[in-house]
């Protein structure tokens, strides 16, 4: 199967600081990568739709100014944490959709904000 | 919007024994595919199955088929000769003509030697 790469897979960072999040499509192209978020033991909470060249659709509630996304290549979407503050740690977790109606996921990154 | 609706969070099974667990959803579309994805304690999502929603038959993968009730949007997930293995987080998830994802609250199945 195809196979997304996700980096780094563990960040502590501190308080104030940024952080940003890789999700390479490794042997496919894709259009949409999706960024997720899930807490301990809940479900995968969607959190934008990634759109190489053009703006990054994000789900009510997502502050786009603290969760920056930017999808500038075929195989390439980074996510940056701004300003992190510890009720930003949490797990997060990228897909892209190497075709039609199946999305591959990377291995997510624990980001710890102390 | 679609939801996705687990009610069981959390199922353990005999090893070697079958064990399903249920998934109901929500929509007002015609055309979707459905998803079963496995997230096992590395946290790597992994497809388990896929049932598109315009097909009778039910989706099969080895140990792992599916009972599609579309008209009842249900989707349930059985797991036939359970392995250690096999003990994960169960996410059923709605894929629809928007592009997007929508995932259940998961099932945390345990498997007992």
């Not at chain 2, 304690?41 to 009778?56: D, G, T």
């Amino acid at each position: 199967g195809a196979v997304v790469s996700q980096h780094p897979s563990r960040v502590i960072c501190k308080s104030g600081t940024s952080v940003k999040i890789e999700c390479r499509s490794l042997d496919f192209q894709a259009t949409t990568m999706f960024w997720y978020r899930q807490f301990p033991k809940k479900s995968l909470m969607l959190m934008a739709t990634s759109n190489e060249g053009s703006k990054a659709t994000y789900e009510q509630g997502v502050e786009k100014d603290k969760f920056l996304i930017n999808h500038a290549s075929l195989t390439l979407s980074t996510l940056t944490v701004t300003s992190a503050h510890p009720e930003d740690s949490s797990f997060y977790i990228c897909s892209a959709d190497g075709r039609v109606t199946e999305a591959f996921f990377g291995q997510g990154t624990r980001l710890t904000v102390v | 919007a679609q939801t996705v609706t687990q009610s069981q969070p959390e199922m353990s099974v005999q090893e070697a024994e079958t064990v399903t667990l249920s998934c109901t959803y929500d929509t007002s579309e015609s055309d979707y595919y459905l998803f079963w994805y496995k997230q096992p304690p590395s946290r790597q999502m992994i497809l388990v199955i896929r049932q598109e929603a315009y097909k009778q038959q039910n989706a099969t993968e080895n140990r792992f088929s599916v009972n599609f009730q579309k008209a009842a949007k249900s989707f349930s997930l059985k797991i036939s000769d359970s392995q250690l293995g096999d003990a994960a987080m169960y996410f059923c998830a709605y894929f629809n003509t928007g592009n997007q994802f929508y995932f259940g609250t998961g099932t945390s199945l345990t498997v007992i030697p």
